[in-house]
């Protein structure tokens, strides 16, 4: 068993994101020890890019102001290694195909090894794409994350059978999920991943209060929550600690007794 799925084995498991550097590095490492203390099992970090296609508006604004801030990957790399001195919890980074081949693959899982890093989620790599990473993050045992939507077809069980760490289920077209509404075929989608995948399976379909992740969690062995997260963070900046520690704590209890 991995560490990941280590995370899951405690009832349904709830997985924030944050874009590092949004509004700074500092304000970041702030909020991972936060959500940490306040019932994050998993925290899903976000590697800003300059071109952040398939992620809801909030995600892409913040991933264009944490470069604006001059966000690089080494320094993402290095506020990682400086997190794992008193963060225990599952660590999952998620980017695009381009920051991994500019930083170099095996330069790059490497450099996830040694720090910590236990998966890797690539936004923009199709199924069919993921033997250019899939050997590297075997060989430096980070969880490749493969993901299902509603467009991936006839492709969900083979997708879900090949994953590692957890599969993501996510409803909606944007890379949280964050469409404006719940779709009516997350069960449908779901109940298709489960039957077929060996590992855990997060739902993402941009839930943003405790009674939306009360219902859709079923569906799925943990919820994954971003855009929300990333408003919290626009909007209050560096004071945003108090109220997304306080967001994740009320998320967390909503998925108790699931």
Known sequence: MSKIQGAFQNGKALMPFLTCGDPDLGTTAQLVRAMAEHGADLIELGIPFSDPTAVSPPIQEANLRALAGGVTTDSVLHL?????????????FTTYANVVFSYGTERFLSACAEIGVDGLSLTDVP?????D???????YGVD???TVAPTSGSRVAAIAKEGSGFLYIISGPGRD???GGIRNDIAALAAQAKANAAIPCVVSCGVSTPEQVAAVARH????AVGSVIVKLVAEYGREAVRPVADYVRKMKQSLEGL
Not at 127 to 131: A, L, S, T
Request: net charge negative; aromatic share 6%; charged share 30%.
């Open 80 to 92: 990682v290694r400086t997190l794992r001195q008193d963060v225990d919890i599952p660590l999952v």
């Open 133 to 139: 990473f899939l050997p590297l993050c075997r060989q």
């Open 144 to 146: 490749l994350i493969a």
């Open 177 to 179: 999920g964050a469409d």
């Open 127 to 131: 199924y069919e794409e993921r033997e």
């Open 220 to 223: 799925g062995d943990g919820m």
